[in-house]
């Protein structure tokens, strides 16, 4: 398997709403990434993951939660969110660091496009 | 921010080669260039990366400068399914993956 799966596609929420978009990978990867890509920009970083801990918050605000279960799943909790925060967000992983790293790059999922309403 | 700078978008025609500069004058000794593309709305894909060499795979061919300060990417025969945008990003082992602008390729029939 050499695919990073994110569910949903789709998600339409309102602002009190309460979502989560999920994210695996079964390719043994410890690093993990949460991106948000606003339309005709690039792929801002959120969140890394190394080993299931949390190693990097890009100053994101709290209604963004990231969770890494375990190695193989992460996921992101959405509250109270904002109009503004309608995007595509994007998972990757990754070997951690190092040459495997260096030699594989990241490997992204399609995607979630969510729209805030 | 950024450690690459590129052209915002390139016109190629169909079944020519596509050449996508990309300048990279602050890389590090032990920082690699990777290329990866992004066709609309999906997720980026990678292409291919070096460190000194030449490079090649089946997607693409990868010339860097014997500097380091630049590289080149060629889609040798385009296609228009190649029309994306593409990124170029410098990264070293304890580093992530920093997109810049790109540069938005649009290949024509």
């Known amino acids: 398997d050499t695919e990073v799966t994110q569910t949903p596609k789709h998600l339409v929420m309102g602002m009190t709403n309460k979502k989560s978009l999920k994210c695996e990978q079964h390719m043994g990867h410890r690093a993990m990434y949460w991106y948000k890509q606003k339309a005709k920009k690039p792929p801002e970083l959120m969140f890394v993951y190394s080993y299931e801990k949390l190693s990097i918050n890009e100053s994101v605000p709290s209604r963004f939660s990231p969770e890494c279960p375990n190695s193989s799943l992460l996921n992101l909790h959405l509250h109270a969110l904002q109009p503004e925060d309608s995007a595509l967000y994007l998972c990757a992983s990754s070997q951690s660091t190092g040459r495997g790293l260096l030699a594989y790059g990241y490997t992204f999922g399609s995607g979630t496009r969510l729209t805030v309403v | 921010d950024a450690k690459t700078t590129q052209p915002t978008s390139m016109d190629c025609a169909e079944g020519r080669a596509a050449n996508l500069p990309c300048n990279h004058s602050?890389?590090?000794?032990?920082?690699?260039v990777y290329w990866y593309r992004q066709i609309h709305s999906q997720g980026p894909q990678y292409i291919i990366h070096g460190l000194k060499n030449n490079e090649t795979n089946e997607m693409a061919s990868l010339i860097i400068t014997e500097d380091r300060k630049s590289s080149t990417l060629i889609l040798p025969h385009a296609t228009l399914r190649d029309t994306a945008v593409y990124y170029c990003i410098v990264m070293g082992s304890q580093g992530n993956l920093i997109f810049g602008k790109g540069t938005k390729l649009s290949v024509k029939p």
């Open positions: 602050t890389i590090s000794g032990n920082e690699y």
